[in-house]
């Protein structure tokens, strides 16, 4: 049985982070750290997914439709100060993956995100931030990278140099650009990561 209202719920928290984030990023807000008002989204959503999920376990695309599974997928992924949901909603996605109910991507994102908190190389390499040269790149490295392009394919995403051009371009559009001090950028991102509990 389908769940239109679920799918309803699901879409709607998808558009509020959306507002947000443009309400942040239009004045710049939004690239100086992980901003309150986007986290405090960001933790409605993701205590809205959990009484969704606690209802119905993951809600994939055969009860919510294909736009609202993908709006849980990103509520979840989007749930980056709460190291044990996103752990916990990867296993669900690779479920659903396996059970032809969420596309194979979503995984990727989801496992190289957690990856990337944990200080981990990435698997897929979709995750971004600035390098030392003040270039959006990969961040942290790729494992295997001579082998990345043929897992990205296999889940269905391009080749990640094409990736890399195309995030670059989008960074620029919306005006955001390199910290002026890189390194600082990541001492304070790994101290917010040991501070939520992505890393010892």
């Known amino acids: 049985m389908q769940r239109p209202d679920l799918a309803r719920v699901l879409i709607a928290l998808v558009e509020e982070d959306r507002r947000v984030r443009a309400r942040l990023a239009a004045d710049g807000a939004l690239f100086d750290g992980y901003h309150p008002e986007m986290e405090a989204v960001h933790r409605a959503n993701a205590a809205r997914l959990r009484m ?34 996103q752990r916990e909603v990867l296993g669900l996605v690779a479920q659903a ?27 897929y390499g979709t995750q971004y931030d600035w390098d030392d040269a003040g270039h959006l790149s990969p ?26 051009a195309r995030m670059r371009a989008a960074v620029a559009a919306e005006g955001e650009g390199p910290p002026a001090d890189p390194a600082a950028r990541r001492r304070e991102a790994e101290a917010w990561a040991r501070r939520v509990g992505w890393r010892r």
Do not use: C
Not at 63 to 76: G, N, R
């Open 97 to 123: 993956v396996t059970a032809g109910e969420a596309p194979a991507w979503q995984a990727a994102y989801l496992e190289d995100r957690i990856r990337s908190f944990e200080g981990r190389p990435q698997r």
């Open 52 to 85: 969704v999920m606690h209802e119905v376990g993951w809600p994939g695309e055969g009860l919510v439709s294909k736009k609202a599974a993908e709006a849980a997928w990103t509520v979840a992924q989007h749930a980056i100060g709460e190291p044990a949901f």
């Open 139 to 164: 961040w942290p490295s790729v494992e295997d990278p001579e082998g990345v392009d043929e897992r990205r394919a296999a889940v269905g995403l391009g080749p990640l140099a094409a990736n890399t």
